[in-house]
Nanobody
Framework: QVQLVESGGGLVQPGGSLRLSCAAS????????MGWYRQAPGKERELVAN?????NYADSVKGRFTISRDTAKNTVYLQINSLKPEDTAVYYC????????????WGQGTQVTVSS
């Protein structure tokens, strides 16, 4: 089991920045991949970024979003810059663990609203 606790969402104006945090209940050494999805109203959940390789990003966020991790704190961050109204969504942290088969764990989600 992996518990994930997210924080850092909020209301921000277009062009602004936020940093989302996701703290995992166990060491990164036991987690294969961590990342973020988002889901906007009326839309399907989409992958935003994950820690695979040197970092994977959706085309819509490349150059604006940066995923990073603090191994000592078992925490993954998503730095979001140059926010646009279309970035408005609930952002979900996830962790994928392979123990013969893949198991995904999810955080509760944090709301990001971009509006003037």
């Amino acid at each position: 089991q992996v518990q994930l606790v997210e924080s850092g969402g909020g209301l921000v104006q277009p062009g602004g920045s936020l940093r989302l945090s996701c703290a995992a209940s166990r060491s990164f050494f036991s987690i294969n991949v961590m990342g973020w999805y988002r889901q906007a109203p009326g839309k399907e959940r989409e992958l935003v970024a994950n820690t695979g390789g040197s970092g994977n990003y959706a085309d819509s966020v490349k150059g604006r979003f940066t995923i990073s991790r603090d191994t000592a704190k078992n925490t993954v961050y998503l730095q979001i810059n140059s926010l646009k109204p279309e970035d408005t969504a609930v952002y979900y942290c996830y962790a994928s663990v392979f123990t013969g088969r893949w198991t995904d764990y999810w955080g509760q989600g944090t709301q990001v609203t971009v509006s003037s």
